[in-house]
């Protein structure tokens, strides 16, 4: 039967979920995600949340390596809105990469899209989102990639069970758009009212006297499990942290790690990490803490919001009675920093078929500085400052913040029909328009020095890749009006991670620290909060491609630019023709930037 041919009531009433075998082994498995607004009660108040088929977070897509997927987008919420497959690396298939007006017409309310993509060359957690500003706080889900001849391929012990830890936000708001119009606009500040395990806020929070529900997992003594940990959250890196129990991490971002044996996780948003925990401790309860971790002042401080789990050992004898109080781990500093660097620094990748070598040679050079300043709200000059209600504070990349532009059509398309379509796109310059002490802690409050060095410009910011270049980015982390780290995920590739460093990167002396033996490879690269980080590239998928901070009040603030990848001289590495049911209604009529999803 094809599903495909329902009626799409009728689709969603009988069959969320399919899976056609294929003949080569692989099959295509198919979902359908209704987007509904349901109540959700906590902290003693409804709110309207919009998720997929009823559920926080959204259905697990799981499938085999090279399987086929087709996910059908029943849009019934108020909102329009896009789905982007975080770290798929969609190869000549940029067309279901999810970005509204990019790739894309976003999938209006009461309208219907179908995404069709390969999961091929991959293995591990990804995961999916929508791709509207902040509705991915509650629009989002897991997608697990296994290996072909199934858990006994895995370059590990097989696991006795696989669990996803989501860790999340809850917002008690109903139009989460309105958190994006606040920090593109910076008229005020929104902030979520609890950390989430897999959508429960945990026994941290309560509300006269109702304490929340926490997340459970039982284990049996001397099991292993395989965790797939994703951070899903708007707003911060965690720490993820169990009580009595290791983590051997095995994989990020899909790709595998040197198991590297932790007690800490660090995570940014936008990154996924595979664990292997073995059940080893004496039989009881055990707390899982996500914290989240913050620059110290002079940066604002924000409310410490963790969330805590519990794993509790089924059949231990003793030690086990559900009124027991759980051991709780000892949680670093919020403020402490190096233990994230420490963590990322210490993944190397593993040796493996799917991994391919590091190429050695280099096309392209980028240095891409990371920071906040200001633009005026009205003409070119304006009063600077703490105080001052002149200006908006804008997130940058070489000192231009990313503005939605204002088309009729998704620069994929135009670019597709004729890339000199796209040309008045402004590029991202190789360098920095200014050198300075750029992680100088002086930089953080506004004063003087800061003051001259804020002035921005707002542009649509994009960068051409000829097909096959190998392309090098420095990202370098500011001190400019705060010290936060930056999680920077480029769509449709993996970047080789090379090397990291504290301070300003000086070409001549950390060249020679870069790894190209086994460096991790990677869709989402944390920028050391004061610090830098080495990627390397090859622009092997021809499209337009979003590559921005997955911190979304640094997107919505503009830490964005487009890199195009142009076609390649076969067919075989050139973008084919969009799908044939692709979106095109609205051709004529002009979205301005607020349209694209509300
Ligand atoms: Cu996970 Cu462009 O995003």
């Not at 989102?129 to 097989?158: E, M, N, Q, W």
């Not at 059509?409 to 040309?423: G, K, M, T, V």
Request: glycine share 6%.
């Amino acid at each position: 039967m094809d599903s495909r041919s329902l009626p799409v009531a009728a689709t969603a009433a009988l069959i969320f979920f399919s899976v056609i075998a294929l003949s080569a082994g692989t099959a295509i498995v198919e979902h359908t995600f209704v987007v509904t607004q349901v109540t959700m009660t906590h902290l003693c108040k409804d709110t309207l949340v919009t998720v997929v088929n009823g559920q926080l977070p959204g259905p697990a897509i799981e499938v085999t390596e090279g399987d086929s997927i087709a996910v059908h987008v029943v849009n019934k919420s108020p909102f329009n809105l896009t789905i982007h497959w975080h770290g798929v690396r969609q190869l000549l298939n940029c067309w279901a990469d999810g970005v509204p007006m990019i790739t894309q017409r976003p999938i209006l309310p009461d309208h219907n899209f179908t995404y069709r993509f390969d999961a091929s060359g991959q293995e591990g957690t990804l995961w999916w989102h929508a791709h509207v500003p902040c509705l991915r706080a509650t629009i989002h889900g897991i997608l697990i990639i296994r290996p072909r001849h199934g858990a006994i391929s895995y370059p590990f012990p097989k696991p006795h069970k696989e669990i996803p830890i989501i860790i999340g936000e809850w917002w008690d708001l109903e139009d989460l758009g309105q958190v994006d119009r606040h920090l593109r606009h910076y008229v005020a500040d929104d902030y979520f009212k609890a950390s989430t395990i897999n959508a429960k806020l945990g026994d941290l929070y309560n509300c006269s006297g109702v304490v929340e529900e926490a997340y459970k997992l039982d284990l049996e003594p001397g099991k292993t499990y395989l965790l797939r940990v994703l951070n899903a959250a708007l707003f911060s890196e965690y720490y993820l942290k169990i009580a009595g129990h290791k983590f051997i991490v095995v994989a990020g971002d899909a790709n595998y790690v040197s198991p590297y044996t932790t007690d800490t996780i660090a995570i940014a948003p936008g990154q996924t990490f595979d664990a292997l925990v073995v059940a080893d401790a004496s039989p009881g309860r055990y707390y899982m803490v996500a914290m989240p971790n913050q620059p110290p002042k002079p940066d604002y401080q924000s409310p410490v919001l963790p969330t805590r789990g519990v794993l509790q050992y089924s059949n231990g004898a003793g030690g086990n009675q559900p009124g027991d109080v759980p051991m709780s781990p000892e949680m670093p500093d919020n403020h402490n920093h190096m233990l994230s660097f420490y963590f990322h620094g210490n993944l190397t990748s593993l040796h493996h078929p799917r991994h391919l070598p590091v190429p050695k040679r280099i096309d392209e050079r980028l240095f891409i500085t990371l920071g906040l300043g200001s633009v005026c709200r009205q003409g070119q000059s304006c009063e600077r400052g703490a105080e001052s209600d002149e200006v908006i504070v804008v997130a940058t990349m070489n000192n231009i913040s990313y503005e939605l532009p204002t088309v009729s059509r998704p620069l994929l398309e135009a670019h597709y029909q004729n890339p000199s379509n796209i040309d008045w796109l402004q590029e991202l310059p190789d360098v920095p328009p200014r050198v300075f002490n750029f992680t100088d802690n002086s930089l953080i409050p506004t004063g003087p020095k800061e003051e001259q060095l804020e002035p921005t410009s707002k542009a649509a910011l994009a960068r051409r890749f000829r097909y096959g270049a190998v392309v090098d980015v420095v990202f370098q982390s500011t001190s400019m009006l705060q010290s936060e780290s930056n999680p920077m995920h480029l769509h449709g590739h993996d970047m080789f991670v090379l090397a990291q460093g504290s301070g300003n990167y000086d070409m001549e002396r950390d060249v020679a620290k870069y790894n190209l033996v086994n460096p991790p490879l990677v869709n989402t690269v944390l920028v050391p909060r004061l610090g830098w980080v080495a990627v390397r590239f090859i622009a092997d998928n021809p499209g337009v491609w979003y590559m921005h901070c997955h911190f979304e009040f640094h997107q919505s603030m503009g830490m964005i630019a487009l890199f195009i990848v142009e076609d390649g001289p076969t067919a075989n590495t050139s973008l084919p023709s969009p799908p044939v049911d692709f979106l095109t209604y609205g051709d004529d009529n002009n979205l301005m930037p607020d349209e694209y999803y509300l």
